[in-house]
């Protein structure tokens, strides 16, 4: 049995939407326009999906903290209220 985490699906499928561009200077700059203000810079393409990565993660764990509403991506909610199982389902 797999175990699948929705934070994790979450991340994987608003990285499939991110866009990049190559700058004038060489350097690359990406973007998921679903998530505003989720941006990276960085010298080359691959560090510039680490680092756009990285800010969307914490976009995420910012926004919940705050109670900012999220945009739903690939039918994942993370705005709704978690549900909670009896103990004795587990």
């Known amino acids: 049995m797999e175990t699948r985490y929705i934070l ?3 991340v994987e499928q608003a990285m499939a939407y991110a ?5 004038e200077d060489g350097t690359f700059a990406g973007r ?3 998530c505003k203000g ?5 010298a080359t393409l ?3 999906e680490n680092e ?4 969307l993660e914490d976009w995420i764990l910012v926004g919940l903290k705050l109670g900012h509403p999220l945009p739903v991506i690939a039918a ?4 709704k ?3 909670y199982e009896p103990v004795g389902a587990v």
């Open 19 to 23: 866009v990049y561009d190559k700058l």
């Open 8 to 10: 994790t699906d979450y």
């Open 32 to 34: 998921i326009p679903q």
């Open 46 to 48: 691959r560090a510039c």
């Open 81 to 83: 209220e978690p549900s």
């Open 52 to 55: 756009l990565r990285s800010t």
């Open 76 to 79: 994942i909610d993370l705005n």
């Open 38 to 42: 989720v941006v990276a810079f960085e």
